[in-house]
Antibody, heavy 120, light 108 residues
């Protein structure tokens, strides 16, 4: 079973770049089986899909509303994938989740989430 | 602003049946499978329904999903106190993911 764990700074200053890493165990990032996603949730609000990367071809897809500020990449040697988000504001304060799922079916795994606060 | 619209809240007494709707369009629900997630307070979402009406192993059969046209529904029968949570519909298509606005279910 795939397990995921987010890590990164809990506090980021406005206008700076947010960087988070998701460490994967129980599965290979390069197997081509899963899409590797980032999702966020501001306090008291709903889930927002940020984007994903597919190791099978290295393709990425992003939420159009965030596309200009977001990059998702894979570090195969560490079995990790990462999120960078530039020019953050207080509106980017949220719990950030990494998640893995297949194209179809019940194979759907999430990390526990990590809180990122944007504040000076 | 999500393109999948859910009622903000739903409630019922233990044992009752509660239904949550998810309204979309021909470009999302109308042409994709629908997924449903349960999120208990302070935890990550958990997959309840996939492929519009299938339950993953371990999900009680009290939970059922359906889809018709551009709308989908999640039904919880025999409501229990532990079902009190937020529920989200979702679409995972070839190029993006979309979550519904979310519904808070309260067990009275």
């Amino acid at each position: 079973q795939v397990q995921l764990q987010e890590s990164g700074p809990g506090l980021v200053e406005p206008s700076q770049t947010l960087s988070l890493t998701c460490t994967v165990s129980g599965g290979s990032l390069t197997s081509g089986t899963y899409y590797w996603n980032w999702i966020r949730q501001p306090a008291g609000k709903g889930l927002e899909w940020i984007g994903r990367i597919y190791s099978g071809g290295g393709s990425t897809h992003y939420n159009p509303s965030l596309k200009s500020r977001v990059t998702i990449s894979i570090d195969a040697s560490e079995n990790q994938f990462s999120l960078t988000m530039s020019s953050v504001t207080a509106a980017d304060t949220a719990v950030y989740y990494c998640a893995a799922r297949t194209s179809y079916g019940p194979f759907d795994y999430w990390g526990q989430g990590t809180l990122v606060t944007v504040s000076s | 602003q999500s393109v999948l619209t859910q009622p903000p809240s739903a409630s019922g007494i233990p044992g009752q049946r509660v239904t949550i709707s998810c309204s979309g369009s021909s470009s999302n629900i109308g042409s994709n499978y629908v997924y449903w997630y349960q999120q208990l307070p302070g935890t990550a979402p958990k997959l309840l329904i996939y492929s519009s009406n299938q339950r993953p192993s371990g999900v009680p059969d009290r939970f059922s999903g359906s889809k018709s046209g551009t709308s989908a529904s999640l039904a919880i029968s025999g409501l229990r106190s532990e079902d009190e949570a937020d529920y989200y519909c979702a679409i995972w298509d070839a190029s993006l993911g979309v979550f519904g606005t979310g519904t808070k279910v309260t067990v009275l």
